[in-house]
Structure formats: C-alpha cells, structure tokens
C-alpha cells in the first residue's frame, strides 16, 4: 500500500557533501601500491557516512531512492516491497531479482542483516530508531525523499548524492542532462499544441472505507513543478503538505477547479483502491456534473507512472502528458 497516502512530516534540510581520498601503502617488492578509494559523504540527516569504496551491494527502504539507484546502474540486492514497486514504478523496472526486505515503513533487520550489504540507503521518512538499527548493520546513507521548497533540486540532489556513494556521477549526469532536454522537449510540443499556460490540475485518488479521498498535487510536489516547468498553469488553491507538496480534499472540493481546466489522474489497476474516478465517482451526482467532466476534459495518464520518483519516471510522466493533452 501507497505510503505516502499519508502526509510525510516535516522533515529537516541537510546540505549533502562529499570527499574522497585515495591511500597509498608500500607493496613487499618495494612498488607503491594503490588501495580502494575510500568515500566520506553526508547524508539528508547531517550524518557523516565512511565507505571503503563504492558501494555495490546497497539496499533501498524507498521507492524513490530504488529507483535512482537503478537509473544509475546499481541493481539492489534489497527493496522494500517489491510487489508493490513493480506494481507502481514501470518507468525504471528491477532488473533483477532483490530480497524483500518487508514494508516501506517497517523493513525487516534480520532480513536486511543477512544480505550483507555494503550500504543501506534510507529515506527520513523512516523513524529515527529504525535507521539507528540499521546503522548497526551496515553504513546508512538517509536520503530526503521530498521537499516542497524545491521538489526538483531535491530529486537531483539526491541522485547526486547516490551517485557519489556508488561512483556513478557520470552517470547521474547523463540522466540529468535527459531530464532538462525532456522538459524542453514537451514544453516546446505543449506550446505547438496552443496549451501554454492551460490550466492544469493533477491528482490521484483513493478509498477508505467506502469514501473516495482525492489528493491534490500543488506547485510544492514533484509532479507540480514538472508541470510548471512545461508551461501549465497549476490550477489547485489547496495547500500542500511541506515535505510532498500533497493536498486533500474531496468530490465537493472539485468545484473549486475552473471550469476549462484540464483534469489529469494517474490510478493502478494492480491497486483497486486507487482508481476512484472509473469507479465509485463514475455515477456520482457532483462528479458527473462538473464542467470540465462534462467537457471530456479529464485525462487518465498510464498506470506504473510513479508521481515520487527520479528523473526516468518523470521522463515518463512528460511523455503521458504531451500525448494525452495534445491528442486528437
């Protein structure tokens, strides 16, 4: 199940630095041998981490963080439930075949002790007695998963940081440079359409309890500000939470919306509680009555788009809206 159907608190900013060194040691034929380099970096928490090297056996607690670790090329031996990951992250597939290390907001010491790992990378999102549990199996590198402040500029520096524990930044690069050039891409395909500056207002939705609860994704969310970036105009008023940038509110606070706004969702048919729009709204009064319902103006993007990912789900989700927005 979806954590973050609940708002992530407040969590703190920490600036992420790295050094490295490399160490010389005389070889028994007199020859200066070179050792592993080794890595010292801080974390999200302002922990100072120490490897040996780069780390090659990592395991991630989050989804997000899984993911940049597979876009730069390291494949997890541990992910928190990966059902669920590859039921909702298609943009940046497992590769191979990771224990699973238990739940997102519970992931198993025992399990995670017995792979041995070189790193675990955790989010802040985790309560501080687990990541100190943890940090007696193995060095843990936390990572901010989100920040409403500057939903972008986290998401690349947290690629960056990874990218430096596991000595990929030539790749975190690479993947940073295709983020820039796809938001341009679809920025320019949006504006050819004549949709610069279309209000826009992205959601998901879920049920609980026979309720349908539907979740806004104001200008402080990743998604938000990718939209910005493309020339939309968010059309939410609700606030967001400081951390994902997330809002709530229900069929009755869709009225709030305008009236020639584009209405965008992202559901999962592998998670039936999370298609609330072809499903228990579908014959709702409030619903079915709203202008831009009325107008055809609501736009299901693809199931496995995951809204708190990296740079290759976002990728995704620019693709999705450009084909939806501008088809015929």
């Given at each position: 199940?979806?954590?973050?159907?609940?708002?992530?608190?407040?969590?703190?900013?920490?600036?992420?630095?790295?050094?490295?060194?490399?160490?010389?040691?005389?070889?028994?034929?007199?020859?200066?041998?070179?050792?592993?380099?080794?890595?010292?970096?801080?974390?999200?928490?302002?922990?100072?981490?120490?490897?040996?090297?780069?780390?090659?056996?990592?395991?991630?607690?989050?989804?997000?963080?899984?993911?940049?670790?597979?876009s730069l090329g390291v494949d997890p031996v541990g992910v928190a439930d990966v059902k669920g990951y590859k039921t909702w992250d298609s943009a940046v597939p497992l590769k191979n075949e990771p224990k699973d290390i238990g739940t997102r907001g519970?992931?198993?010491?025992?399990?995670?002790?017995?792979?041995?790992?070189?790193?675990?990378?955790?989010?802040?999102?985790?309560?501080?007695?687990?990541?100190?549990?943890l940090r007696k199996v193995a060095p843990v590198v936390e990572v901010k998963s989100a920040d409403a402040a500057d939903p972008i500029g986290r998401m690349t520096k947290n690629l960056d940081l990874l990218a430096r524990a596991t000595g990929t930044?030539?790749?975190?690069?690479?993947?940073?440079?295709?983020?820039?050039?796809?938001?341009?891409?679809?920025?320019?395909?949006?504006?050819?359409?004549?949709?610069?500056?279309?209000?826009?207002?992205?959601?998901?939705?879920?049920?609980?309890?026979?309720?349908?609860?539907?979740?806004?994704?104001?200008?402080?969310?990743?998604?938000?500000?990718?939209?910005?970036?493309?020339?939309?105009?968010?059309?939410?008023?609700?606030?967001?939470?400081?951390?994902?940038?997330?809002?709530?509110?229900?069929?009755?606070?869709?009225?709030?919306?305008?009236?020639?706004?584009?209405?965008?969702?992202?559901?999962?048919?592998?998670?039936?509680?999370?298609?609330?729009?072809?499903?228990?709204?579908?014959?709702?009064?409030?619903?079915?009555?709203?202008?831009?319902?009325?107008?055809?103006?609501?736009?299901?993007?693809?199931?496995?788009?995951?809204?708190?990912?990296?740079?290759?789900?976002?990728?995704?989700?620019?693709?999705?809206?450009?084909?939806?927005?501008?088809?015929?």
């Amino acid at each position: 199940m979806r954590r973050h159907l609940v708002t992530a608190a407040v969590l703190t900013t920490a600036a992420l630095t790295l050094t490295a060194c490399g160490t010389t040691e005389p070889a028994a034929d007199g020859k200066t041998e070179k050792t592993a380099e080794r890595i010292t970096l801080t974390d999200a928490s302002g922990q100072k981490v120490e490897l040996d090297g780069p780390a090659k056996k990592v395991v991630g607690t989050e989804w997000h963080e899984v993911e940049l670790l597979i876009s730069l090329g390291v494949d997890p031996v541990g992910v928190a439930d990966v059902k669920g990951y590859k039921t909702w992250d298609s943009a940046v597939p497992l590769k191979n075949e990771p224990k699973d290390i238990g739940t997102r907001g519970e992931p198993s010491m025992d399990t995670i002790a017995a792979l041995k790992p070189d790193l675990i990378v955790a989010s802040t999102d985790l309560p501080p007695a687990a990541v100190k549990q943890l940090r007696k199996v193995a060095p843990v590198v936390e990572v901010k998963s989100a920040d409403a402040a500057d939903p972008i500029g986290r998401m690349t520096k947290n690629l960056d940081l990874l990218a430096r524990a596991t000595g990929t930044t030539e790749k975190a690069g690479e993947l940073k440079k295709r983020f820039e050039a796809k938001i341009e891409e679809g920025r320019k395909a949006l504006a050819g359409a004549g949709l610069a500056g279309a209000k826009y207002a992205f959601a998901d939705g879920y049920l609980v309890s026979n309720q349908t609860s539907i979740r806004p994704f104001t200008g402080g969310s990743l998604i938000g500000a990718v939209n910005e970036k493309l020339g939309l105009k968010n059309d939410w008023t609700v606030k967001g939470d400081p951390a994902y940038g997330l809002g709530t509110t229900d069929v009755e606070g869709l009225t709030k919306l305008s009236a020639d706004v584009h209405f965008a969702y992202i559901g999962n048919d592998g998670d039936r509680n999370s298609t609330p729009f072809t499903g228990a709204l579908a014959k709702d009064k409030v619903w079915t009555s709203l202008p831009f319902v009325k107008k055809g103006n609501v736009h299901r993007l693809p199931d496995g788009i995951w809204m708190f990912g990296g740079p290759e789900s976002m990728n995704q989700y620019i693709d999705s809206v450009v084909t939806e927005l501008t088809k015929k």
